[in-house]
């Protein structure tokens, strides 16, 4: 009991939870009476662990099963009562001082002295809008408040309270809508059909509007990935400053990336020009055929141009690839690589259309002796987009420089950052756009100031650069500097160079204002006077007046219409628009874009696959390097074996077995894939697979005797069994339990004899078994036993189809298999020796670059 008396209840309460915390144990409030009714003031605080359990009804927590739930409640007696005699100061008595528990020896655990302080839930709202991980959040907390007992699992649910406390009873979507409108976006929302669900998103900053009418000359344009839930792909359109400085113009979400998807986006982006006139007159993109199709419906006064980066990897890669000379020679293959990549830069850099023809018939010579690689070239690049990306053409337009993707790539990276999980909803997406923007627009502005407030030394005492500095982008400056130089070291012969900057150099005059591009001379975010007075002067009277007259002529149902789409309008944060669909997790194999990734890394490009192999310092094809590149992976594909084909889940076999695989099909991930990959092979009809539990069920019956010798239990031997039978009950999600999948080794004996066939299983996985092979345990091999061969691809938690070449490398026997056959089935293996050798020869070979690669992908 306090010596001294409270007159504020919060004070008294926080006292006892001070001393309690003293003895390692906990109070709560039990009861409390604020007087109302009785006209006497009282509480009630127990310990934590007093009461009983009662069960929650929270439809998350039923998730857990019963026996996996927990409680503190274990009705401990201890009370405390304080109340609020005629004295008006607040008295404590001891209802109950015992305990029935032995008092824990620190506090570590306990929710309720873990719980956060008001000065604390302020720091984390603070530090996670600046987007500082839990951990680090978690750190500063201990430093401020050494002795806090708060765990990262309370953390991170006051960080969830939070969140839901800021959105309210919102929905996603009128919490987006609310996001814009209160920070100026436009945006435009497009639905699937009549209903409400979203199927395109474009927003756009009220800033970067004005920096893209400001800066309208060049506009870059790319698509990134692993951005939010839905795994729509995010289409960002970037402008360039004449300082220099990237600005995220346009954020459209696609449902897709085809003809139509990219039209609407681009019309978004043209209804942002304040003068129709000043449309964009240059656009790079990559080789993406559906957007470079719709840049001359939307933008018909522009020049498209593809960019040269990816042009010039995408052909060192297949060059490294195809370009191969005979096995004697390969000290020299990394100088026939070079030789080839300069002429085809020769090629690109190409300043005219006569130097343009020379260089490809030089090209062409070099490459004779590899008609496939000249063959993609010409069919990829010279035939198709010579005007797009040799110099030739190219320099008849004003890019700034701007040839390549490079600056819309750097702004995903930068994205990237600010996102740091792919599973966000468009709040979350939206939220990290935004901190990019305000951080860029900031940049942006500062770079201005500094061209405008700011002279280099090295144009002091120099008259060409007077008329100039302060007026121009410091950039600029240094392109003409660097001009300057090569003009004073060619001189006045007009044959090497063409510029203006020699004669003045020589007679010792500045470079006029007017000389300059006005991209240049633009350092402001709106150059336009007449732009906002125009916005303010904008009016839709007219129109307004016309929907006034339609209200009082229409009937009922066409006015509520009305009512409604002008409500959207006006209150857009009580929207009834809904989110796409997330894609719900399936059983089985964690297919590309499914939920779950953590990593918002984009993937690794084919040219970056085959630098792993091929880097471009060695000399010699012989060892493979690890790549410099970021985010390539080694270990994953191997290009090289065959260009043309890109098969699914070909990183789940050994990497010495992708040149022997002609496909893999998957099969559905609901726990029954095994037994469809098994189907398809035998029926080609996947849905079939019930009919393989049957014939599995019959094999078991009839030979019980044989298969309790091989399972060695008759535990084992009723769980096979139990497994071909389908399941009693199936979920909501028609998944099958653990125990009705597929398993090996056991059930290959069982499939091989049934079917007589020789089943393979390829993996790399350990939790899907080892590559093995087995063989029917009983029966002869037919004549032509390779047409006998039933290969099921082992991926984490699924199964795929594999269709191997003929007399590929098959992997070991079955040791279970070795022990058990029959004397007649024995011609099985010898059947297969030979290759079985080779796979194990060929792994032997390959073991070392398979550690290597597996390292570099791990790093």
């Not at 304040?274 to 006064?301: C, G, H, Q, W, Y």
């Not at 990237?416 to 502005?445: C, R, S």
Request: aromatic letters at 10%; proline letters at 5%; hydrophobic letters at 35%.
């Amino acid at each position: 009991v306090p010596e001294e008396t409270y007159k504020d209840r919060d004070e008294l309460i926080k006292w006892v939870k001070g001393q309690a915390e003293k003895l390692h144990f906990t109070v709560v409030i039990v009861r409390s009476d604020q007087g109302l009714v009785s006209g006497k003031p009282s509480f009630v605080l127990g310990c934590e662990r007093g009461g009983a359990y009662r069960p929650s009804n929270n439809k998350a927590k039923k998730k857990v099963s019963i026996e996996e739930r927990g409680s503190r409640k274990i009705g401990c007696p201890f009370r405390l009562r304080g109340y609020l005699p005629k004295s008006k100061e607040w008295n404590l008595t001891i209802v109950s001082g015992i305990h029935n528990h032995v008092l824990d020896k620190a506090l570590q655990g306990h929710l309720v002295a873990g719980r956060l302080k008001p000065e604390e839930k302020e720091m984390v709202v603070e530090m996670s809008g600046n987007l500082i991980p839990p951990r680090n959040i978690m750190s500063t907390l201990k430093k401020r408040n050494p002795d806090s007992v708060t765990s990262i699992k309370q953390l991170y649910n006051a960080k969830h309270r939070l969140k839901l406390a800021a959105r309210g009873s919102r929905s996603e979507m009128q919490q987006l809508l609310k996001c814009l409108e209160e920070n100026n976006y436009y945006f435009k929302v497009r639905t699937v059909g009549e209903s409400d669900t979203i199927q395109d998103l474009f927003l756009a900053h009220r800033k970067s509007i004005q920096l893209f009418n400001t800066f309208n000359d060049v506009l870059l344009m790319d698509s990134t990935y692993k951005t939010n839930r839905y795994k729509m792909p995010l289409f960002e359109i970037v402008g360039c400053t004449s300082t220099n400085k990237t600005f995220g113009l346009g954020f459209a979400f696609l449902s897709n990336e085809k003809h139509d998807n990219f039209v609407w986006a681009l019309q978004q982006v043209q209804m942002l020009l304040v003068d129709e006139n000043s449309a964009s007159k240059v656009i790079v993109t990559d080789r993406d055929a559906a957007l470079m199709s719709v840049i001359p419906d939307v933008f018909p006064n522009a020049t498209p141009l593809v960019c040269r980066f990816h042009i010039k990897k995408n052909v060192s890669a297949r060059c490294s690839a195809l370009c191969k000379i005979k096995h004697g020679e390969e000290e020299k293959q990394g100088e026939v690589v070079r030789n080839i990549m300069s002429h085809f830069y020769e090629v690109l850099n190409s300043p005219t259309e006569e130097a343009y023809a020379e260089a490809v018939l030089k090209f062409r010579t070099v490459c004779e002796r590899w008609p496939r690689f000249y063959n993609y070239v010409k069919n990829t690049v010279l035939d198709t987009d010579e005007k797009k990306v040799v110099s030739a053409w190219t320099n008849r337009v004003m890019h700034f420089g701007n040839t390549t993707t490079n600056k819309a790539e750097s702004s995903h990276a930068v994205l990237k950052k600010y996102l740091l999980d792919p599973n966000g909803d468009f709040v979350k997406v939206w939220g990290a756009i935004h901190d990019m923007l305000v951080n860029q627009h900031t940049e942006i502005q500062a770079t201005f100031g500094i061209s405008l407030s700011l002279q280099e030394h090295r144009y002091n005492g120099k008259p060409m650069y007077n008329l100039v500095v302060y007026k121009v982008s410091r950039h600029a400056l240094g392109y003409i500097h660097e001009e300057a130089k090569r003009a004073e070291e060619v001189g006045m012969d007009s044959k090497k160079c063409g510029c203006v900057l020699a004669k003045k150099i020589c007679h010792n005059r500045p470079i006029r204002l007017d000389e300059i591009n006005n991209h240049w001379k633009k350092l402001v975010f709106n150059d336009r006077e007449d732009v906002e007075q125009q916005v303010d002067d904008y009016s839709c009277l007219a129109e307004w007046n016309a929907i006034q007259e339609r209200l009082r002529t229409v009937d009922v149902p066409m006015k509520a219409q009305i009512r409604e789409q002008l409500r959207q309008i006006a209150f857009p944060h009580s929207t009834s628009l809904k989110p796409p669909v997330v894609v719900g997790k399936n059983k089985g194999v964690k297919r590309k874009g499914a939920c779950g990734e953590s990593s918002t890394t984009r993937s690794p490009s084919y040219w970056e696959h085959v630098e792993v192999q091929f880097p471009p310092s060695q000399s010699s094809q012989a060892t493979p390097s690890s790549s410099k590149q970021k985010g390539a992976r080694t270990g994953k594909v191997n290009p090289i074996e065959d260009l043309h084909r890109h098969i699914p889940f070909l990183d789940a076999t050994p990497l010495f077995m992708h040149s022997h695989i002609e496909d893999i099909v998957d099969v559905d991930g609901d726990g029954f894939c095994g037994f469809r990959v098994i189907v398809l092979d035998t029926r080609n009809n996947q849905a079939d697979y019930e009919l393989i539990r049957l014939n599995l069920q019959k094999e078991l019956g009839k030979h019980k005797d044989e298969y309790l010798t091989i399972f060695g239990s008759m535990e084992r031997y009723q769980y096979i069994y139990d497994a071909s039978f389908p399941p009693t009950r199936r979920s909501s999600r028609r998944m099958a339990p653990r125990e009705k999948w597929l398993t090996f080794p056991d059930m290959g004996h069982i499939i091989a004899s049934y079917f007589n066939k020789v089943v393979v299983l390829l993996t790399k996985n350990e939790r899907s078994g080892a590559s093995e092979t087995f063989f029917p345990l009983r029966g002869t091999p037919p004549k032509d036993p390779d047409s006998k061969i039933l290969c099921i691809g082992g991926v984490p938690d699924h199964f795929v189809y594999v269709k191997l070449k003929q007399h590929c490398p098959l992997p070991p026997t079955c040791k279970t298999w070795t022990k058990y056959f029959t004397q007649e089935a024995s011609s099985w293996q010898t059947s297969f020796v030979d290759r079985q050798a080779d796979f194990v020869g060929t792994h032997d070979q390959k073991i070392l670059t398979y550690i290597i690669t597996k390292l570099c992908y791990i790093t």
